[in-house]
């Protein structure tokens, strides 16, 4: 019985005619349209019912309006109403939407509804963007088994692009709900080594193989050796060489380190210096020192972070020795912070000196998110738990206090932690009283910081406070919807130390209409300039997918919002980070607004994207991607992307101000 259906259900996947040129008439959403305002209001108030009415409106372009409203929504209510739709709507591009917002509902019960819509016969390429929304789909949604179908179909043809992207991109969603199967690597593995493959395609199957965890993929390291080797495209070059890391073959070390004296693309570098994290560290280190004094902050940072996270006690005086070389202040502090945890505990003269070197530095710089950074290498030796516990208490800077919450947690955290106070209960007592006074004192970052902190079954924290009568005031005193975050994070450690089931997170009632009157003024030309300490970044914005994060933006940045902001996060390769009121990115605006989940993706460097601390909690931050970062699809809105000046993106350094935000053509 197993065999028939595996092989009805290959029948379903793998059976596509090629497509016949067909053209079909746009299905273009209009703003100045009352209609569809009203459809964005119900999407924004999360009016199922109300949404699911104009699925069957004459009008077909209120009904795709509608299902893109759903697929942010995302409520199992709607399964039926899009399943219909899948099945029965005359216009290819909302059958495509109506599969893709299914699969935003992340429920199995829409399995079957997706499998029995895909198409057999299809005539147009519209048709095969419909297959491909189904595939996707089915990776975020469908239970294991369909990975094993998926992943077993051969049948597509190279030039079939649509349905190539589709099929890894369902096995790529599925690996993001932790669901791997031998053969859905084995599948992703061909198509990123068949010469045939689009580039598209061959990016997905990359950022599998880079992504997924505890894949057994060292036989596949002699080919994805000799695939990097050839590979053109720096995007599937760095997600590359994570996978050639995770075979931790001979072979794969051997092609990472020839390949990292030539490389000219920094993102790959760094991706290369992480990879180098599954090997012996003699074998590799010589090649990471060497990135160190790199003229690149992001290379440098990522050297840095790879002597922390792995270096060894015999060549602690080098990390030393580098402290005093390097010159900028971030893989500089992580030099020293790695020349203190690398020492064994017993030396506790030697890692109190190193220890006071930095705290000097401390009270010499001016700069904030050096001594942000300081504060987090102190935390590398117990002791400084009393440095720490006056910055947490007494300093009034928002984003020191949330670094000295973040270092102390560090310490409490340490597996090492009664070896290194020997056992001396006293020091837990004076740390959990200073944790008391800090809550009581109301930070937000604070609160947020130490909940998770006490929330985390192995910081041992079930038993140490007999009345958590401190912890409800502070959460009382919050404000919503602006301290979400951190009202969410103190009501798991509420729930965690009362020995609760964990309460499902608060959820934000609708508190900010979307600005039509600006919505109505973006023309395609409208764009915002960044002015930034390093140069100017020119964005173009998605109102059609994005209509309330578009005028959020522009609302703020015309009111002056941005102005002396400071990029307050930047990870290598990943992302910049700005628009946080505090500095520490703890920081919000009073209202918030929502999530907006189109079938777009971040499959490139330069999108432009909302941070959030959870679905509908978006306010002022947003983030500017280094490369691609697909694991964000359909989980962070988009609003726009760079269309000049990514190479100041590339400059941005934690710290960097925003000096003023113009928007242009409006």
Known sequence: MRKLLLICTLFFFAYCQPPEDKIYDELEISYTDITHQNIVRFQDKRLTDSLLEFLNHPNGAYRYAATLALASVQDKKAAQGLSNILEKEKYEQIKALSAYALGQVKDEAVEQSLVNAFQQK?????????????????????SKKYLEYMSSVERYSFADTLLLEGQALGIYRFMLRNIT??????????????????????????????????????????????????????????????????????????????????????????????????????TVSQTVFQALNDPNTHLAVSASNFFREHGQESDNKIYLQKYYEVANWRPKTQMMAAAIKHLPNTFTKTKAGRSQRLMNAFNQTQNVYEKNAILDALSEFGWNYTFLNDILINNPEPVLKSAAATGLGHIRFNKNFNQIFKNNQAVKAEMNTVFEQAIAQGDVAVLGILSKLFANPDAGFKNEYKDLTFLKDAQAGLQLPKHIETYNAMQSALDYLEGKAPSAPKVLDYN???????????????????????????????????????????????????????????????????????????????????????????????????ASAGKDTESTQFFITHSPTMHLDGSYTIFGKVKDGMNVVHLIEVGDKIEKITINNF
Not at 563 to 588: L, M, Y
Request: proline letters at 4%; charged letters at 20%; one cysteine or more.
């Open 122 to 142: 299809v005539d147009s390429t519209t048709s095969h963007k419909v297959n491909r929304a189904i595939l996707e789909a089915v990776g975020k949604s469908a």
């Open 512 to 610: 900010h209409p979307v600005n039509w009157d600006l919505v109505q003024k973006v023309k395609t030309s409208t764009s915002a300039s960044i002015q930034t300490s390093r140069g100017e970044i020119s964005i173009e914005f998605y109102p059609s997918m994005a209509p309330g994060s578009v005028a959020n933006f522009i609302d703020l940045a015309q009111k002056g919002y941005f102005d002396g902001k400071v990029f307050h996060r930047v990870v290598p390769n990943f992302v910049i980070q700005g628009g946080c009121s505090r500095g520490d990115g703890w920081g919000s605006s009073d209202y918030s607004i929502r999530s907006e989940f189109a079938p777009l993706y971040y499959n490139d460097s330069g999108y432009v994207g909302m």
């Open 181 to 282: 199967h031998p053969k859905g690597t084995q599948r992703m593995v061909e198509l990123l080594t068949n010469k045939e493959t689009p580039s598209s395609v061959k990016l997905i199957a990359a950022n599998y193989l880079g992504r997924a965890k505890n894949l057994d993929t060292k036989i596949f390291a002699a080919g994805l050796s000799s695939q990097i080797k050839k590979e053109n495209d720096p995007n599937i070059r760095m997600a590359l060489a994570l996978a050639l890391g995770k075979t931790k073959a001979d072979t794969a070390r051997s092609t990472l380190l020839s390949l990292f004296s030539i490389e000219s693309d920094y993102r790959v570098k760094c991706n290369i210096i992480r990879a180098l994290g599954n090997f012996k560290y003699e």
